[in-house]
């Protein structure tokens, strides 16, 4: 990855030059030679990048069918339970217990509770 910086480096630094140096009737072959040098750019970071972004669609598929499950089965009850608080921001991390069960607590400075109404906008 030290090497992409520095090859990143001298491509910026090297790539204007020939522009600059150019008449008018050159100008176009330093803008070509820069458009080829941007394109090579491209390439060597796109071949750079490409094994992570294999890993991230292998990390995709493997997770898609734990957060099909997750939204079937937990989302009704997360929903649930957004409806239930006034605001997440009044509660402290969920804690839980040596049997498995889960404690949400109200934040001592919080306001006094006050139950949601039917039609009342979730306030994250």
Do not use: W
């Not at 009737?25 to 080829?36: I, N, P, T």
């Not at 991230?56 to 339970?81: H, K, S």
Request: proline share 8%; hydrophobic share 45%.
């Amino acid at each position: 990855m030290r090497g992409m910086k520095h090859f990143i480096l001298i491509a910026c630094l090297a790539l204007p030059l020939p522009a600059l140096s150019q008449e008018e009737g050159d100008l176009e072959e330093g803008f070509s030679l820069m458009e080829e040098g941007a394109k090579l750019l491209f390439r060597g970071l796109m071949s750079e990048m490409e094994p992570a972004i294999e890993d991230f669609a292998g990390l995709a598929q493997e997770l898609e069918p734990a957060l099909e499950l997750l939204a079937t089965e937990m989302g009704p009850a997360l929903m649930e339970l957004m409806q239930t608080l006034d605001s997440v921001r009044y509660y402290e991390r969920p804690e839980i217990l040596p049997n498995g069960d889960i404690i949400i607590r109200r934040s001592p400075d919080a306001p006094e509770f006050a139950p949601r109404k039917d039609g009342d906008i979730i306030d994250l």
